[in-house]
């Protein structure tokens, strides 16, 4: 699960540090689907930016 360089590691420990019950591979799905959320909101907030600058 802590793999070196892994960005979900650290947020992955922290959850279940948290949590009491959780189980690691639902927290790290967690992490992983949170994660990947964010990254798609923040293209698309780029690109939504990158639209306005060119018009």
């Given at each position: 699960?802590?793999?070196p360089?892994?960005?979900?590691?650290s947020?992955t420990g922290?959850?279940?540090?948290?949590?009491?019950?959780?189980?690691?591979q639902?927290?790290?799905?967690?992490v992983?689907?949170?994660?990947?959320?964010?990254?798609s909101?923040?293209?698309?907030?780029?690109?939504?930016?990158?639209?306005?600058?060119?018009?």
């Amino acid at each position: 699960m802590n793999e070196p360089g892994d960005p979900l590691a650290s947020w992955t420990g922290r959850l279940l540090r948290l949590g009491v019950g959780i189980a690691p591979q639902d927290a790290r799905k967690f992490v992983h689907d949170l994660y990947a959320q964010a990254q798609s909101d923040l293209d698309s907030e780029r690109a939504e930016a990158d639209f306005e600058r060119e018009e």
